[in-house]
């Protein structure tokens, strides 16, 4: 319900998702074996699309991926069952359920829909699917529960303590704040759409003769004034009867504390979520660029964080199973180092471009820092970037366009110049690193 009908909890699941997997999530091969690493990303390519990978045919693997992590978040976990065509059938959480009059084994037992053996460990799972019957859509029938061994699941959780049989929603501890600011949200902004309206009050003083006004008339005030209540059409002009006195009705909302409340209300969900405020409410009017460095890595650090959440419980197990039957079906070789890749994740823009590529050439030149690291953290993959720099290099040499380097950078990758070897100009590389530290320095006064 949260996340349909609350623009904030809504938005923050949208904000983490996408900067999570973003729109061009994607598995790596990493094989050593460049051919080998073509024929199965072709292969995974291929899988991956919505009539392969769902059992609906509704999504590819990157949307299933995001929609498991969205249900963790509001419902701590799901089940993704895994079929013979080597598609995902997916289950809510409150799919899954202990069945009634279910005999167990010795030493086992089911809990809220989980089947343990004697030492706690997750054999199976109890799911009632879903049917579609005439014109209500998709509601749960009176079935029986079935049960799906665990070799044929995938059951991502979000678990927080030992022994815990069931995921909870990661947002469980923000929901109580998400549903007090919403409530105050929806009644400020009802009270400005009723000062909106114009509302106005038309008063009376009571005439000692008009003895049936005074009986009919329901207000109780000891002020000696009757209000009446009427309803008007907009624009629309009217007399007043003798004695009778209009006001205009001012609700005067939002009020005064109106953005230092929500502000507040923010952070606090913020907390709970590790969001900075900026990313919440998406307004950085108020940052500068080392505050705004500073909250963002504070997000990254938990976006990171799910990531490797969801390379482990789903990412990764998926690809795995993908490849063991592309090998059973003959699609891949049949070699080990065919289940070897990583998760292609989405880049971060830099926050201030020449600042972080300044940091970048600072990390190179200490060799604290790889080309290939620094390539990775834009989103980009090493191998694929330094062909297109060789392809583009051959392409201008070919027609006959010369390259024009930075002297001070040309040997970034090897760490830069040796100290004392001068350029074109006769600059040493310490005269050049003491320019460079001043231009920052002024830079950073101006900033």
Request: hydrophobic share 35%; with cysteine; proline share 4%.
């Amino acid at each position: 319900m949260h996340d349909r009908q609350s623009s904030l909890f809504s938005g923050v699941i949208d904000r983490a998702i996408d900067n999570i997997f973003g729109a061009d999530f994607d598995f790596v091969p990493t094989t050593g074996d460049k051919a080998l690493d073509k024929t199965v990303k072709d292969y995974v390519i291929w899988r991956m699309e919505a009539d392969k990978a769902d059992a609906t045919g509704q999504r590819d693997f990157p949307d299933i991926a995001k929609s498991t992590l969205r249900a963790i978040w509001n419902d701590g976990d799901c089940l993704l069952v895994k079929r013979p065509d080597g598609s995902l059938l997916s289950f809510e959480a409150e799919q899954i359920e202990t069945p009634g009059g279910k005999g167990m084994e010795a030493g086992g037992r089911i809990v809220l829909g989980v089947e343990m053996d004697d030492l706690n460990r997750q054999t199976a799972y109890w799911v009632k699917p879903r049917r579609s019957r005439g014109d209500t859509g998709m509601v749960r029938l009176d079935e029986q529960a079935v049960r799906i061994p665990k070799a044929d699941t995938f059951f991502p959780a979000y678990r927080k303590r030992f022994n815990q049989t069931r995921g909870v929603p990661f947002l469980a501890a923000a929901l109580g704040n998400f549903d007090r600011l919403n409530n105050y949200l929806d009644y400020e902004q009802a009270a400005a759409e009723f000062n909106a309206m114009l509302g106005f009050q038309i008063t009376k003083q009571p005439q000692m003769l008009d003895m049936a006004g005074v009986i009919d008339n329901e207000d109780t005030n000891t002020n000696a004034t009757f209000t009446k209540l009427q309803k008007m059409e907009p624009l629309s002009v009217f007399d007043l009867n003798p004695g009778e006195e209009v006001k205009m009705i001012g609700a005067q909302r939002p009020g005064a504390n109106f953005e230092t409340y929500i502000v507040i209300c923010c952070r606090i969900v913020g907390v709970a979520v590790g969001y900075p405020l900026e990313l919440i409410m998406l307004d950085f009017s108020k940052t500068n660029y080392s505050s705004a460095r500073a909250s963002l890595g504070e997000a990254r650090r938990s976006f990171r964080g799910w990531q490797r959440f969801s390379q482990k419980t789903i990412c990764m197990p998926w690809y795995a199973w993908q490849i063991a039957r592309g090998i059973a079906v003959g699609e891949v070789p049949a070699r080990p180092e065919a289940f070897k890749a990583k998760c292609q994740w989405p880049a971060w823009e830099y926050i201030d471009p020449y600042k972080e590529a300044m940091g970048n050439q600072v990390a190179l030149k200490s060799r604290t820092r790889s080309i290939s690291q620094c390539i990775r953290d834009i989103g980009g993959e090493p191998d694929e970037v330094f062909a297109e720099i060789a392809t583009d290099r051959e392409k201008l040499t070919a027609l006959g366009i010369p390259i024009v380097e930075d002297s001070g950078t040309k040997n970034a990758g090897a760490g830069g110049q040796d100290e004392g070897q001068g350029d074109e100009e006769g600059e040493t590389q310490d005269e050049r690193d003491e320019k460079e530290r001043r231009k920052q320095e002024k830079q950073n006064a101006t900033a």
